[in-house]
């Protein structure tokens, strides 16, 4: 079908009569449209539609896309796949916004062709060619290309020629129903009564680290190699080995600004802060400035830009926090005092979240009379940074902002820079997170960390995965942030830290943790029953031995060099948890659609004890052959098993490693002796 042919398909809005296809129950889409899906570069973007008519007569569908910026759409075929569902596809080149549809049409030319094929009266088939010969050089004459024109008129002709005197009803149904011919018309239909689906969907497609991601979160002010002293962007220079020796491709820090001096917290959140306290980075602005300045202790701008570019040497993205948030003394407040609200006192409403006080933290005023002002301000912060050479942002409490807001900030900060990246940090309530990641977030937190049974996993990661979310929400999952050391944590063992880090790390295809405080095993709680660190790096300095000999830093290495080896755990859409007989064993595969890479993990959910079990595959469905044997290769010891059947036995002990991540190798011959996997 030639691409300029969907510029002439008529809207269903103008309801020509004559128009009897239906397009119906487009999919992917979402709220009718109302949101753009999500895909990342490189995918196959996969549409379905029900298109049917009236009577008998043969139907043809086609999806339309076309890229934001470019004005022809182009047009990929759709198959029938049964039941009046259509499908079609294209691929996804390049990264932005996108708008597609679908269109059906009753094809004359299909339609004939079918009939023609059924016929067997001589009489019959000979009148039948002379209608066909008439619709194949409509075909002619619709096409722009010469060589297809030419083509075309003369089988018209032939097929005329043949119709007019021939006597053979095989061969005249030979000729008019060649395939090659047939294909060519096919390409070049007449769309006059054809059908539009009423909408034109959106699509957005990211770059590959939208879907497939690793962070580690540091303070940079604790970065200093020697205790007590205040870190500098000079010193994370000096821990990119570390951090990329560990596999990591973003580097997160928390806020980068100035911090208030009014009101500032003390360690452990305490409400009077020593004249030696730091502050917390999230009470951001003072006299030095605000959202647009960095701590002068960190260094300078030329400082930040300078560590932006050589954690790009070393394959890292650094991703900046931002807080739309002010302490007291952030220029804002006292430039902007319109942008805040007031309490009955008249003073400034600090931060809240009862019984939860947050006195060193102005919120803005979302329904400000100027509230156009405050949005392009806040763009402009986005903006500042994006020429500073950060691409990846982590978004803090994004549900405390206006949703219109951020509807029109992303879509117009990545209609400028597509390959923007942001990440929600929304623990709060699922519709609320959705519509976040609905409104253009990349990439959302979940609510991993306090999932641990296998039941409560197994059921989470099925809805994150093929539930309806999977259109467009992006899970990032952490077993540990700043603000949350679960109970898990707190009273787990070595074997809770490696389990917890593998499963975030296999059963997501982005995923990250806070550091050192997790490699470092770190789980004293502030008290009892508080999700919060003692002695938490968002109020002091805090100094890391990173060296030490028990760090889990090798093993998280490990699991990040297996999941840059293979692509099976690069995606999210085809996880499928596994039949094994034991309540404290979690078992799941994750494997590509060719099935050239099959990962099998089966993790220990009891810190304690070694726990066994009967690990049931399909062998069907990951491509092995029943009455062979098949080996299972551990990415994370180097063990290599032989198994056979679809049951097999596994045993894990989290005093020595809590995790198996089998790559599957199926044999292909054997030679002799020996039995060759791959």
Not at 307 to 314: K, Q
Not at 619 to 624: D, K, M, R
Request: proline share 6%; hydrophobic share 40%.
């Amino acid at each position: 079908m030639a691409d300029t042919a969907a510029d002439s398909v008529q809207p269903i809005g103008q309801r020509d009569g004559r128009i009897r296809a239906v397009v119906d129950n487009v999919a992917p889409q979402l709220d009718d449209g109302r949101f753009a899906v999500k895909r990342t570069a490189g995918d196959t973007f996969v549409v379905e539609a029900d298109c049917f008519a009236d009577g008998h007569d043969a139907i043809a569908c086609a999806l339309l896309w076309r890229r934001d910026d470019a004005a022809a759409w182009q047009i990929a075929p759709m198959a029938h796949v049964g039941n009046d569902r259509w499908r079609g596809s294209f691929r996804l080149d390049a990264i932005g916004r996108y708008r597609y549809t679908v269109c059906a049409w009753v094809d004359r030319f299909l339609s004939w062709q079918h009939d023609l094929a059924r016929r067997v009266d001589l009489d019959d088939i000979r009148l039948a060619l002379r209608v066909g010969a008439q619709l194949v050089a409509g075909a002619a004459a619709r096409t722009q290309e010469a060589a297809d024109r030419d083509r075309l008129q003369r089988w018209a002709d032939e097929i005329a020629r043949a119709a007019a005197g021939a006597n053979d009803a095989e061969a005249l149904k030979r000729l008019a129903l060649d395939p090659a011919h047939s294909a060519l018309a096919a390409r070049h239909p007449d769309l006059q009564f054809a059908c539009r689906y009423p909408r034109e969907l959106p699509l957005v497609v990211d770059r590959e680290r939208a879907r497939f991601s690793a962070w580690y979160e540091m303070f940079p002010r604790s970065a200093a190699p020697e205790p007590g002293r205040h870190g500098t962007f000079a010193d994370c220079e000096k821990l990119l080995p570390y951090v990329a020796q560990m596999g990591f491709d973003v580097l997160y820090l928390p806020p980068i600004h100035p911090i208030g001096q009014l009101q500032r917290k003390g360690r452990n959140n305490a409400l009077a802060a020593g004249a030696d306290d730091v502050g917390s980075p999230w009470a951001i602005g003072a006299a030095e400035g605000g959202h647009m300045a960095v701590h002068p202790q960190l260094g300078t701008l030329e400082d930040f830009r300078r560590l932006v570019a050589r954690a790009r040497e070393h394959g890292l993205e650094v991703a900046l926090d931002i807080a739309f948030q002010c302490a007291p003394d952030h220029p804002w407040v006292r430039e902007h005092p319109e942008w805040f609200r007031r309490r009955a006192d008249g003073s400034v409403q600090y931060a809240e979240n009862p019984p939860k006080k947050y006195q060193d933290i102005y919120p803005f005023d979302f329904e400000s009379a100027r509230w156009r002002e405050l949005w392009l301000e806040l763009a402009h912060v986005f903006e500042f940074w994006i020429e500073q050479g950060v691409k990846i942002f982590r978004v803090d409490n994004p549900h405390t902002k206006a949703f219109a807001f951020w509807e029109w900030a992303i879509e117009r900060l990545k209609g400028e820079h597509p390959d923007l990246i942001f990440l929600s940090e929304a623990f709060t309530r699922p519709k609320v997170m959705h519509r976040l990641a609905k409104l253009g977030f990349t990439q959302s937190y979940t609510y991993f960390a306090w999932r641990n049974t296998k039941r409560e996993l197994t059921d989470y990661f099925t809805e994150l995965a093929h539930g309806p979310g999977r259109e467009y929400f992006r899970p990032n999952v952490w077993p540990n942030t700043p603000d949350i050391l679960t109970e898990a944590l707190q009273f787990g063992t070595r074997g809770t830290f490696m389990a917890r880090v593998a499963l975030a790390a296999t059963l997501c295809a982005s995923y990250g943790i806070y550091g050192p405080a997790y490699e470092l095993m770190e789980r004293t709680p502030r008290e009892p029953g508080s999700e919060e660190y003692l002695d938490s790096e968002k109020y002091q300095l805090r100094h890391w031995e990173r060296e030490r000999s028990d760090s889990l830093a090798p093993f998280i290495g490990v699991l990040n060099r297996i999941r840059r080896a293979n692509p099976a755990l690069q995606r999210d859409d085809s996880l499928r948890f596994l039949p094994i007989d034991n309540e404290q064993m979690i078992a799941y595969a994750k494997s590509t659609p060719d099935l050239a890479n099959v990962i099998v993990c089966a993790v220990n959910l009891d810190p304690h004890h070694v726990q066994s079990g009967w690990l049931a595959l399909d062998l069907a469905a990951f491509g092995v052959q029943e009455d062979r044997p098949y080996q299972m290769h551990d990415l994370v010891t180097g063990a290599r098993y032989l198994w056979h059947g679809a049951r097999n036995f596994v045993s894990l002990d989290p005093q020595r490693c809590p995790v198996h991540v089998f790559r599957l190798q199926r044999r292909v011959h054997r030679e002799q002796d020996f039995d060759y996997f791959m």
